[in-house]
């Protein structure tokens, strides 16, 4: 199958206190919801895990140092507010020590579609026969380059697992600043973003478009 977005969400790395965001707190300080606005709340059962605050295509969860909007409709649009939700944490709590900003635009695929050739080409090692002919035949491959998106970066990691059956790509748009340079960063318009990502799947990796529609 063609690439398909999987897992698009904005994290915000700092100290965040959860006595402030609680799920009311969310509610109101990031989603600016009006006292008594339905939210999905999601509390796990049998694991120490941050509960999650749901409203319309997003979901916030804090914990263990970071503040995560996840984008569940795995498109530019949705990802955009999410960046906006995670601004406004930024606005509202700007008393919060803060590090880094990434914002993550994923997608997946199988090396039996043959338009994805190209990623399996990105990746082939001339230590990967090495390997084989030592008997020991590869399950997974990782390679990741950092490229300069001043004034961040792009990581961009690709894996290959179960034998070229799972392609997965994930594109990391990461500031590491003051809080104002992380609100910039938040700030920056989506359609930059997409040009970016674009680029890299079309220019870097020679995908067709057809292997990519989703990044029209």
Do not use: C
């Amino acid at each position: 199958m063609p690439l398909e977005p999987y897992d698009w969400n904005v994290v915000v790395l700092g100290h965040w206190n959860p006595a402030i965001l609680t799920p009311n707190g969310i509610a109101e300080r990031l989603y600016q919801l009006p006292s008594g606005t339905e939210i999905g709340i999601e509390v796990p059962m049998d694991a120490i895990a941050p509960f999650r605050v749901s409203h319309e295509d997003l979901t916030v969860l804090v914990g263990g140092g970071r503040l995560m909007v996840e984008a569940r409709e795995n498109s530019f649009a949705s990802l955009e507010r999410a960046m906006r939700v995670a601004h406004r944490a930024l606005v509202r709590l700007p008393e919060t020590p803060v590090v880094a900003v990434g914002f993550n635009v994923r997608a997946q695929g199988s090396g039996e579609d043959g338009s994805l050739d190209p990623l399996i080409e990105a990746t082939q090692l001339l230590w990967d026969d090495q390997f084989e002919h030592a008997g020991f035949p590869l399950s997974r491959r990782d390679v990741t380059w950092v490229a300069d998106w001043p004034p961040g970066k792009i990581s961009v990691n690709l894996s290959r697992e179960d034998h070229d059956r799972v392609l997965r790509v994930n594109l990391n748009f990461e500031r590491v600043g003051n809080l104002l340079e992380l609100k910039d960063w938040l700030a920056r318009p989506i359609g930059e973003v997409r040009e970016q990502a674009h680029r890299i799947f079309a220019d870097v990796f020679a995908l067709r478009e057809e292997a990519v529609a989703w990044l029209r």
